[in-house]
């Protein structure tokens, strides 16, 4: 993975990678991690809601708007945080 959190593309398009990234993402920031678009991340986060955590996105709620713990994602793809990653 790439060590910026937005980067520019070849494409033009913004990138975002899990290294570096801050504690909690966006819901648009987790789509382009996970490579889905912005209504699939919103509908994982409603089907992890609707399941009680089984399934879906792992998220957060601050107020009104949903954040997806980064360490969440890590989880997701089988990695475990590690260096300055890890809690104290």
Not at 3 to 32: K, Y
Not at 46 to 72: D, I, M, N, S, Y
């Amino acid at each position: 993975m790439q060590d910026c959190v937005n980067g520019s593309s070849s494409n033009g398009r913004v990138s975002v990678t899990l290294a570096g990234a801050p504690d909690f993402l966006t819901m648009e920031e987790a789509a382009q991690i996970l490579r889905v678009g912005r209504n699939q991340a919103y509908e994982l986060a409603r089907v992890w809601r609707a399941t009680g955590g089984e399934r879906g996105v792992p998220v957060v709620e601050f107020g009104r708007r949903l954040r997806v713990p980064k360490a969440a994602l890590l989880r997701l793809a089988g990695l475990e945080p590690t260096g300055a990653e890890r809690e104290p």
